[in-house]
């Protein structure tokens, strides 16, 4: 077995000689034909950040910022998270690219029957299934939409069906305690956040 430390086995010289003798003969030398280069498509993932406790919203929210500050457009829509009177048209954009979306409400939302909350939280929620239909968005994040189907704010196969639907390069980021099985079950990836102690 011999080893080598030069590109190839023949000298520059040779290959010249090569080429000549075939150009003498009236012949073209072959050119090696290099594959084309298949682009791949963008490929989004649906991630679900979930915890037993309401608290895996920081971790998402660097996340969403750092994509936005690199260019891509992301929406937050926070479910629950009231007290700022927002709204659909109240949007705060940040970052250049990152859009925050809260319910118009003064408080934030913990039962079902809070005035003025189913109505906030459908305003909310029509504008991400929008987003998820349109594919406007390269990043989706819906905090605390499991807590928004348990309380009977978001119907969870309406939820399913507009996630099923949404456009295959979208990422959608899922945050928030009691993510149903059914969201978790088509999941890309699941992660699990547990107190130390």
């Known amino acids: 077995m011999t080893a080598s430390l030069t590109p190839s086995h023949r000298s520059s010289d040779s290959v010249a000689q090569d080429h000549r003798a075939l150009e003498r003969a009236g012949l073209r030398p072959l050119v090696p034909?290099?594959?084309p280069l298949h682009l791949v498509e963008p490929e989004g993932q649906l991630q679900v950040h979930t915890a037993t406790y309401r608290g895996s919203f920081s971790s998402v929210l660097s996340q969403a910022m750092r994509t936005a500050g690199l260019g891509s457009?992301?929406?937050?829509?926070?479910?629950?998270?009231?007290?700022?009177?927002q709204g659909p048209e109240g949007c705060v954009r940040l970052c250049g690219g990152l859009t925050w979306l809260r319910p118009d409400v003064?408080?934030?939302l913990s039962q079902a029957d809070q005035p003025g909350g189913a109505?906030?939280?459908?305003?909310?929620?029509?504008?991400c299934r929008r987003h998820l239909r349109d594919g406007d968005v390269d990043q989706l994040v819906l905090d605390e939409v499991g807590l928004a189907v348990g309380l009977?704010?978001?119907?969870e196969p309406e939820l399913l069906d507009a996630l099923d639907q949404?456009?295959?390069?979208?990422?959608?980021?899922?945050?928030g305690p009691s993510i149903p099985d059914s969201i978790v079950a088509m999941a890309d990836q699941v992660t699990q956040l547990r107190r130390g102690f």
Request: aromatic letters at 8%; charged letters at 20%; one cysteine or more.
């Open 106 to 108: 003064p408080a934030c």
């Open 152 to 155: 009977g704010y978001v119907e």
């Open 33 to 35: 034909v290099r594959p």
């Open 73 to 85: 457009r992301v929406l937050i829509a926070q479910f629950l998270k009231g007290g700022v009177r």
């Open 119 to 127: 109505a906030a939280v459908d305003a909310v929620w029509q504008s």
């Open 166 to 175: 949404r456009p295959p390069s979208m990422d959608v980021v899922i945050t």
